[in-house]
């Protein structure tokens, strides 16, 4: 069974950076996608971050703030994000589609998540 592991959470002042990592325990065939969420009190869970085949996608309210990049062949991701926000303050979640063998299908893989407070 695959487990993530998420770390880099904190508190930070408006404007400030933090790096978030997550990082995979147990075996698994392939890695389709991985991604970072995040989920703030009374909202509902949104997708920040893409890393697929290579390429990235963001929402619109990160991009030029937030870089995601990993190794899907080590199931290891990282979002690194800058100027941050007041509205940026969530739970953010590791997330990773795969196949744990051959002949399993694709299924999303949740870390616990971590949380990033920011101060105005």
């Known amino acids: 069974q695959v487990q993530l592991v998420e770390s880099g959470g904190g508190f930070v002042e408006t404007g400030g950076s933090l790096r978030l990592s997550c990082a995979a325990s147990?075996?698994?065939?392939?890695?389709?996608?991985m991604s970072w969420f995040r989920q703030a009190p009374g909202k509902q869970r949104e997708l920040v971050a893409l890393l697929q085949d290579g390429s990235t996608n963001y929402i619109d309210s990160v991009k030029g703030r937030f870089t995601i990049a990993g190794d899907p062949a080590k199931l290891v991701l990282n979002l690194l994000m800058n100027s941050l926000r007041p509205e940026d303050t969530a739970i953010y979640y590791c997330?990773?589609?795969?196949?744990?063998?051959?002949?399993?299908?694709?299924?999303?893989?949740w870390g616990q998540g971590t949380q990033v407070t920011v101060s105005s």
């Open positions: 997330s990773a589609t795969l196949k744990e063998r051959g002949t399993s299908p694709l299924k999303p893989y």
């Open positions: 147990g075996s698994f065939f392939r890695v389709s996608s």
